[in-house]
């Protein structure tokens, strides 16, 4: 089979096309027939072994120990291991499967659901990280209760597109803060307020927040917290330019030890991927009250090309790698 490897860290351009033996399912794993494939950020810093913190979390201290990469996946099951009951061959899926930049990938059972009924693969593709990332943010983290108010920081990128709807879905009101070049999206998205972060300083304490999702940020605790009800709720999702050693995952770390001394609650969200979210957000997106915002797709072949162009911050929204057609 055809699948983007790399053997070393570097840039985009280390990832290459090869062939390769297509992976077996064991004990509770399903081997699924990619159609497409999402790309995210977490694409990037595994292939990039960026911040050093990935390398000693156990994927590899000099080199990759996977060497495909891809994590979001929709297509159709091939076959299924031990075990497994949920799926048979046939079933059309989406979900989580390290290594999903290939024409076949084994993903863990409990980690794929039912493809949502109205959305194309590459449309599919795009949820499962993003989505259920945004879903638990406000539904989990942030105890999102209808009538409130939340600020999504970030919202035209792939957590905030979807943190965008969900928050309408859940009876909030929401204030979306995007780039000028983005704004529509966001609109259309569902935003009762969209703010343009290059006009407008959101952290000046004119308005402030039940909820505030910041969504792969910078900016200080100190900023975010004017933006927040004295008995408000900041949840971080990522965060980027920390530094070499431990990126964004700075702010979490003295979030959470600052937040038992505040009337604030600031928290950083924990990656936890589970099929039963997935069902939610297929519910929701059978619904129609949830669209994945796709901005284009891309051949196989051309994946560095994708991860740079989200790198470089040019997405609306997702993107994502068409393997087969629908």
């Not at 027939?33 to 911040?51: E, F, N, S």
Request: net charge positive; charged share 20%.
């Amino acid at each position: 089979m055809k699948a983007v490897r790399h053997d070393v860290y570097g840039p985009p351009e280390v990832l290459r096309v090869e062939e390769t033996e297509p992976p077996v399912p064991g004990e509770g794993e399903v081997l699924v027939q990619v159609h497409a494939a999402g790309v995210d950020p977490g694409v990037w810093h595994l292939t990039a072994g960026l911040p050093y913190l990935i390398r000693a979390a156990g994927f590899g201290l000099r080199a990759p120990k996977r060497r495909i990469r891809g994590l979001d996946v929709s297509g159709r099951v091939a076959a299924v291991g031990p075990g497994v009951t949920r799926f048979r061959p046939g079933d059309e899926v989406y979900g989580i499967a390290d290594g999903s930049f290939a024409e076949y990938t084994c993903a863990k059972a409990a980690k794929l659901a039912h493809r949502p009924a109205n959305l194309t693969h590459a449309q599919a593709a795009t949820v499962p990280i993003s989505g259920a990332t945004a879903l638990r943010a406000l539904r989990d983290a942030g105890r999102l209760k209808p009538g409130q108010t939340v600020l999504v920081i970030g919202a035209a990128g792939g957590v905030g597109s979807f943190a965008v709807q969900l928050a309408k879905a859940l009876g909030a009101r929401v204030t979306a803060v995007c780039s000028t070049g983005k704004a529509d999206l966001v609109r259309a998205l569902g935003a009762d307020q969209v703010i343009d972060y290059t006009r407008t300083d959101f952290t000046d304490g004119t308005h402030r927040h039940d909820l505030v999702l910041d969504i792969a940020g910078n900016r200080s605790l100190t900023l975010l917290r004017r933006t927040l009800n004295p008995r408000g709720t900041l949840v971080i999702v990522g965060g980027e330019n920390g530094g070499r050693w431990i990126g964004g995952n700075d702010r979490q770390l003295r979030a959470l030890l600052l937040s038992p001394f505040l009337r604030e609650r600031l928290l950083g969200l924990l990656a936890k991927e589970q099929h039963a979210d997935l069902d939610v957000l297929r519910e929701l997106i059978e619904a129609g009250t949830v669209t994945p915002a796709l901005d284009r797709t891309y051949p196989l072949t051309e994946v560095p090309a994708a991860v740079a162009r989200l790198m470089a911050g040019q997405v609306r929204g997702k993107l994502a790698i068409q393997v087969r057609t629908d």
